[in-house]
């Protein structure tokens, strides 16, 4: 499969010193919620992405720790690169559900993954699975989410 757009884009901005940032604040434009967690997509690779949480104030719950909603949030945003830098050029993908659990505090840093096994794309539904670490790569969210890819017409 031929490097498409995304994977152009981010594979040239990674070159530079800040690329990432710049590669993140252009994706976030792409569905303005995900800026609220002020997202760096750190890798992009055909099935696969990374993205990190910075822990501050916005994103923090009552408790102190990240928000698992920021968490999703972040979850969301990677399926969503890999997705797009992935996906056969005559396939389309769209969300159906996530299913996450919720397994440790997260008390630092978040790096939310989502990783298409083998990067395998066929119509019907899809499974992605979906987990975010912290600083000691200790799990604390995991789960997946559904797609629902069909041919492009």
């Keep these: 499969m031929s490097e498409n757009y995304v994977l152009k884009l981010f594979n040239k901005l990674e070159k530079y010193p800040f690329g990432h940032k710049l590669f993140s604040m252009f994706a976030a434009r792409k569905a303005p919620y995900f800026q609220t967690i002020s997202p760096v997509i750190t890798k992009v690779v055909p099935g696969e992405c990374h993205c990190l949480i910075k822990k501050k104030r916005a994103v923090e719950n009552h408790i102190g720790t990240v928000h698992v909603i920021a968490i999703?949030?972040?979850?969301?945003?990677?399926?969503?690169?890999?997705?797009?830098?992935?996906?056969?050029?005559?396939?389309?993908?769209?969300?159906k559900?996530?299913?996450?659990?919720?397994?440790?505090?997260?008390?630092?840093?978040?790096?939310?993954?989502?990783?298409?096994?083998?990067?395998?794309?066929?119509?019907?539904?899809?499974?992605?699975?979906?987990?975010?670490y912290d600083e000691n790569d200790v799990v604390v969210v995991k789960g997946h989410i559904k797609l629902w890819v069909s041919a492009k017409k």
Aim: glycine share 6%.
């Design 97 to 132: 559900g996530m299913q996450v659990d919720y397994t440790a505090k997260a008390d630092s840093n978040i790096r939310c993954e989502a990783v298409l096994k083998d990067n395998k794309w066929e119509e019907g539904d899809v499974i992605v699975d979906i987990n975010a």
């Design 72 to 95: 999703c949030n972040g979850l969301e945003m990677a399926m969503g690169f890999m997705a797009e830098a992935s996906v056969p050029k005559h396939l389309r993908w769209i969300p």
